[in-house]
């Protein structure tokens, strides 16, 4: 009995480690999401700036339409980038959301079949 209770014990503190790491990869994740967030913040304060120079530094229009353009294409692969990263990183979210639901599930399932034991044992 003594180790049945053991490997219960033992089941019990490996179910704990495999939900703290769930619990620290989602907040990686999280963390993650924050940072992008940061990031697109950054380019759009940066894109003020970079088009308020353009126009600045532009001596005609033509000049001015020329510098955008080349300006926008640049802006449009980082943006693609930035995509790229925020819909990887919403994949890893909702695994991450995913796989704590199936724990949260085995767990359950197997708490009450040992509940379901012990009684059948007292009888």
């Known amino acids: 009995h003594s180790r049945e209770k053991l490997l219960s014990n033992l089941q019990k503190d490996k179910q704990k480690l495999v939900d703290q790491n769930r619990e ?3 907040e ?11 990031e697109t913040e950054l380019i759009e ?19 001015y339409y020329a510098a955008v ?21 919403r994949c ?3 695994r991450v959301e ?14 009450e079949r040992a509940e379901r034991l012990e009684k059948e044992e007292e009888r």
């Open 24 to 26: 620290l990869y989602g």
């Open 28 to 38: 990686k994740a999280h963390a993650t999401t924050r940072l992008l967030e940061a």
């Open 45 to 63: 304060w940066k894109d003020r700036a970079k088009r308020a120079e353009i126009y600045e530094t532009s001596t005609n229009e033509q000049q």
């Open 69 to 89: 353009k080349q300006y926008n294409g640049d802006l449009q692969a980082l943006l693609r980038g930035l995509m790229t990263k925020e819909k990887d990183n």
């Open 92 to 94: 890893k979210v909702k």
């Open 98 to 111: 995913r796989e704590r639901d199936e724990a949260g599930q085995a767990q359950q399932t197997a708490n």
